[in-house]
């Protein structure tokens, strides 16, 4: 999403940076259906970073919620799964940064158990799930870390397990995830015992070739402190 004046701009970082005051929520434990986002203005002397309250929807589709995930992909943003203080969720919405409007994005396929504090990244024209917390919460049953990768498809609405063969990283919540060189990188997290440092990797080009590597120079890193 490139542009001016919207929520990422263009441009090169030049001149100085003034801070403008950050959404008031404790994105942890507090439950929200507010839109708020960071906007750069990329001006001749300056670049100016600044939260904006976008104007309220006539309709919200989706629960008020937490420890979910955002993806940017075109003109939208898409919010997976969460917790809405009583009970964990797997429902993707849409947001059409155009015209501030919400909707269920259109799904097909199993989708990933509800869950929360996963991760979400986006690859060519998919959006990938991996691990997170799953089970329920308001009986607090069946809980539990998990590790499986799921792949939606933003064109067709399909979501697909990806199957993996070999190694998998411990199942795991409340790591870091992101996208180089054609993988998907993993590190860190909590796998309800203690708290991991280790970092794998995963090739997104083929899902039949692929494997789970754990990369063994990043895994040697010391632990969390």
């Not at 059409?96 to 060519?124: L, Q």
């Not at 959006?127 to 308001?138: A, L, P, Q, R, S």
Request: glycine letters at 12%; aromatic letters at 12%; one cysteine or more.
């Amino acid at each position: 999403m490139a542009g001016s004046g919207g929520p990422i701009g263009s441009g090169a970082l030049t001149g100085g940076v003034r801070s403008k005051v950050a959404p008031s929520v404790d994105f942890d434990h507090s439950c929200s259906d507010s839109v708020e986002y960071l906007t750069l203005n990329f001006g001749p002397f300056e670049t100016v970073h600044r939260w904006r309250r976008l104007p309220p929807c006539d309709e919200f589709v989706g629960a008020r919620r937490s420890k979910h995930t955002v993806v940017a992909y075109k003109d939208a943003i898409y919010v997976f799964g969460g917790d809405n203080g009583k009970t964990m969720l797997n429902d993707l919405l849409r947001f059409d940064v155009k015209d501030c409007s919400w909707c269920r994005a259109f799904t097909t396929g199993t989708p990933p158990a509800p869950r929360y504090h996963h991760s979400a990244v986006v690859y060519g024209s998919s959006m990938f799930v991996f691990g997170g917390y799953t089970g329920d919460i308001y009986s607090n049953s069946n809980l539990k870390n998990k590790n499986d990768l799921f792949e939606y498809k933003f064109a067709t609405g399909q979501w697909t397990e990806w199957k993996i063969e070999g190694r998998l990283p411990v199942a795991r919540s409340a790591h870091g995830a992101t996208v180089y060189s054609d993988k998907l990188w993993i590190f860190a997290g909590y796998d309800g015992n203690a708290r991991l440092n280790d970092m794998w990797t995963i090739g997104l080009q083929d899902r039949e070739l692929t494997c789970w590597e754990e990369d063994s120079v990043a895994s040697g890193l010391g632990g969390p402190g």
